[in-house]
């Protein structure tokens, strides 16, 4: 079917909240490339939102998953364990640095990886608190939507949201909210608002992904350690986007060294495939009781045998060092965008998490996100897939492919800036 034929039939059928805006559909795709129904070629900046680190389809994961069809599709683990299931649980234990030894459970999506973990701290602790901050985004079921530190699109128009959720400020110096502010903020919060003694976990993103892309410094990290250590709460990192290699190492968080008694991760985890993770100390993994956690669909054979061919892909092509490579070629294109158009600031990367403002006034900081949308509207057109994301709408983030090869990733640069060029 064409592009127009498949619009027609998405503004009939499907629901309006849950229609994408793009009229191109995906047709095929390969590494950081995609061809639409019509036939364009699209290069992909956008990795399906960070769950392509390793590239459309990659090779490894498509025979992967081929061989595991062959075998068993579905069981439902808690049913009928298999093997998959213990195997990706068994890796991920040993690569997730959490406090101790490791225990894991599966999911589908990022944000039942977050509700589980949130059901785990407070089997763990006793307490039903949880505190978040500031621009985190954690996710799209009722209790998730109450985590996210921003409103619009996430929580409007469907009502009150579950209690008990409480707001602290994340440390962005750009923005104006220092780290000592941000911990203020948190301490204030947890006198005011959020009694110690009975809140459960603090969740935050070591690089706040939806909320634009900035990481949180090593020494914030470590006080938030010291404040959960503090009160006898649980520390939940939140990998959905930052992890798997995308900032140049597993997870964002090894960054700084800080050990979390909790840590959840899906996206680019299986290369497409829906599955996630928490991984726990095992004595908190362990509190709650017999058939609490799970789900009919939560690590299925094929996302778990996509799961660990993606592991693989990571030993035999050294992708972290792509990941840091990557992000070194970005920053040094951004540098010369910065010095070139005034509309570009703050320029700044992790390893290939990469992002740089649009403002209208780099002196006052304005944000300019009505360029960020212009900006993202052009590369289409010209055939790029470009995502924009922040408080203020006007972050550009680059999530593609970290295996994107050299002439594929030049091509993208080289449109965007002729799209500044016309547009500023």
Same mark, same amino acid.
């Given at each position: ?198 809140? *459960? %976990?603090?969740?935050?993103?070591? =690089?706040?992904? +939806? ?5 949180? !410094?090593?020494?914030?990290? &470590? $006080? ?81 045998? *996509? %799961?660990?061919?993606?592991?693989? =892909?990571?030993? +035999? ?5 792509? !990941?840091?490579?990557?992000? &070194? $070629? ?95």
């Amino acid at each position: 079917m064409s592009n127009a034929e498949l619009n027609e039939l998405k503004q009939k059928y499907v629901a309006a909240g849950a229609a994408s805006p793009a009229t191109a559909f995906a047709d095929r795709a390969e590494n950081a490339e995609i061809w639409d129904a019509d036939g364009n070629r699209f290069i992909d900046f956008a990795g399906g939102i960070g769950v392509l680190n390793v590239g459309h389809r990659h090779p490894k994961v498509v025979a992967a998953v081929k061989a595991q069809l062959d075998k068993v599709m579905h069981t439902c683990q808690t049913v009928m364990p298999y093997e998959g299931y213990v195997k990706v649980a068994e890796k991920l234990s040993h690569l997730v640095p959490v406090r101790g030894h490791a225990k894991v459970m599966l999911a589908n999506s990022g944000a039942e990886a977050l509700e589980n973990a949130v059901k785990i701290a407070r089997a763990a602790t006793g307490r039903s608190n949880v505190i978040c901050f500031d621009g985190g985004y954690h996710g799209r079921t009722f209790y998730t939507m109450a985590m996210n530190g921003k409103v619009a699109p996430y929580q409007t128009d469907f009502g009150p949201m579950p209690g008990t959720v409480f707001r602290a400020p994340y440390p962005v110096p750009y923005h104006g909210v220092s780290e000592d502010e941000a911990l203020r903020g948190l301490k204030m919060t947890l006198k005011t608002d959020a009694n110690p003694k009975d809140t *459960a %976990a603090i969740v935050l993103e070591p =690089v706040l992904g +939806e909320g634009g892309f900035y990481p949180a !410094s090593k020494s914030f990290l &470590e $006080k938030i350690r010291e404040i959960c250590d503090e009160h006898g709460m649980l520390m939940i990192i939140d990998e959905v986007q930052s992890g798997f290699g995308r900032t140049g190492k597993m997870f964002a968080i090894e960054h700084s060294g800080v050990e979390p008694d909790i840590m959840t991760m899906a996206k680019s985890m299986a290369d497409g495939m829906p599955i996630s993770a928490i991984v726990g100390t095992d004595k908190v993994m362990d509190a709650s009781g017999p058939n609490s956690l799970g789900g009919t669909y939560t690590g299925s054979p094929t996302a778990c045998a *996509a %799961a660990l061919a993606v592991l693989e =892909v990571f030993e +035999e092509e050294n992708i972290l060092e792509k !990941s840091r490579t990557l992000g &070194e $070629k970005l920053a040094a294109r951004f540098g010369e965008w910065q010095t070139k158009f005034d509309c570009i600031d703050n320029v700044r990367n992790m390893g290939a998490m990469a992002a740089f403002e649009l403002v209208s006034n780099k002196t006052d900081r304005t944000p300019n996100p009505e360029l960020a949308a212009a900006l993202c509207k052009k590369a289409r057109e010209e055939g790029l897939i470009l995502l924009s994301c922040g408080m203020y709408g006007n972050t550009i983030r680059f999530l593609m492919p970290v295996t994107i090869e050299d002439s594929v990733l030049n091509e993208g640069l080289d449109i965007i800036e002729s799209c500044l060029e016309s547009l500023v």
